[in-house]
């Protein structure tokens, strides 16, 4: 089966950059994307389509995928980015999956 | 306003059955596919199923397929997930998600917790 591979935990300060990579076999040649998902709450699409941002998503948040590993950065990272992040792709059967998902922090 | 709301969760015992629902309001529900994702308590998510617009296509997760079954009724603009054999692994928050940008899952309702317990 296909796996998403994401580092559990990204500390960011403040105004700083925040990278969370998403590692899968050859998942440069699939379309990645991104969740946010905040205690609580449910999940909200904030990259699509590797590097597109749905209307409402702030310009803060891009995302990359090449080769196997897949991207999502927050520039300029503030309080309320604090949350889950999780990507998604599709396997050779065109099902969908997750990856580990991985917290950030904002100290 | 677009919205996905479920229902249908619960307290089950194992070898039980559940039926979760999930109402669409405010966009064409008949011509989206639909997926159902999970999220064991304090874990990360898990995609369950999805159903073409049609229902010409279904598809699950391994640990699922055979045990529950996705479906819709466009006139009732409602997806529906019947989940039988129930197992305590089972035990998670159920999402509703529809397909929108470019596949990816855009609209997600708030979810139904599902406790598999005796």
């Known amino acids: 089966s296909y796996e998403l591979t994401q580092p559990p935990s990204v500390s960011v300060s403040p105004g700083q950059t925040a990278s969370i990579t998403c590692s899968g076999d050859k998942l440069g040649d699939k379309f990645a994307s991104w969740y946010q998902q905040k205690p609580g709450q449910s999940p909200v699409l904030v990259i699509y389509?590797?590097?597109k941002r749905p209307s409402g998503i702030p310009e803060r948040f891009s995302g990359s995928n090449s080769g196997n590993t897949a991207t999502l950065t927050i520039s300029g990272t503030q309080a309320m980015d604090e949350a889950d992040y999780y990507c998604q792709a599709w396997d050779s059967s065109n099902n969908y999956v997750f990856g580990t998902g991985t917290k950030v922090t904002v100290l | 306003e677009v919205q996905l709301v479920e229902s249908g969760g619960g307290l089950v015992q194992p070898g039980g059955s559940l039926r979760l629902s999930c109402a669409a309001s405010?966009?064409?529900?008949?011509?989206?596919?639909m997926h159902w994702v999970r999220q064991a308590p304090g874990k990360g998510l898990v995609w369950v199923s999805r159903?073409?617009?049609?229902?010409?296509?279904?598809s699950y997760v391994d640990s699922v397929r055979g045990r529950f079954t996705i479906s819709r009724d466009n006139a009732k603009n409602t997806l529906y997930l019947q989940m039988n054999s129930l197992r305590p692994d089972d035990t998670a928050v159920y999402y509703c998600a529809r397909v929108g940008l470019s596949d990816a899952l855009d609209i997600w309702g708030q979810g139904t917790m599902v406790t598999v317990s005796s």
């Open positions: 389509q590797d590097t």
């Open positions: 405010g966009f064409t529900f008949s011509r989206y596919w």
């Open positions: 159903i073409k617009s049609d229902e010409t296509i279904r």
